[in-house]
């Protein structure tokens, strides 16, 4: 690819990724959204991160694929419809990662309950181990966002080891 055009593609993704932070800036500011608004800002970052988890160890593996569809599907209660448009457009949105992660599980951690921030990390443990093999990358990641939503360790590892037992 030319420079111009890598720097071009570069600034696009920044633009694309800056306004979807704004949007969901606004979702979250209080009562200036509507509430289906905010739901829908939580249900994108959520399924955002999920999907940064099944590509975090760089295999495309159906199976994690398939995992992040029925997570998400199953934890906002979506039909298959509403489930594809919404994974559609976490990957529309889905651009450095590394810059807006933080920015995604700041809005997570102020707006979600205690129960609900454990239940996220439990979907991302899920989709993780979904291949029966835990990637150094996907195990990072999951520790990183359960850090960054104030999970504790002890119940990042609670979580993980009632899903996956590591062999020894």
């Known amino acids: 690819m030319p420079t111009s055009r890598l720097r071009h593609s570069t600034r696009v993704s920044r633009v694309v990724l800056g306004s979807f932070i704004e949007r969901l800036e606004?979702?979250?500011?209080?009562?200036q959204e509507a509430p289906e608004t905010r739901e829908h800002a939580v249900r994108v970052a959520t399924a955002l991160l999920l999907i940064e988890v099944a590509r975090a160890d760089y295999e495309e593996a159906l199976i994690e694929d398939a995992a992040v569809f029925e997570l998400v599907k199953d934890f906002f209660s979506l039909s298959d419809d509403e489930t594809r448009r919404l994974i559609a457009e976490a990957r529309h949105h889905e651009a450095d990662h590394a810059a807006s992660l933080q920015e995604f599980t700041r809005r997570l951690h102020e707006h979600l309950s205690p129960a609900e921030?454990?239940?996220?990390?439990?979907m991302l443990w899920r989709v993780a181990l979904a291949d029966q093999k835990l990637d150094k990358h996907e195990d990072f990641l999951v520790r990183k966002v359960a850090d960054l939503l104030y999970v504790s360790h002890r119940d990042l590892i609670r979580i993980r080891n009632r899903l996956h037992t590591p062999e020894l």
């Open 117 to 122: 921030k454990l239940k996220v990390v439990e």
């Open 26 to 31: 606004r979702a979250f500011a209080g009562g």
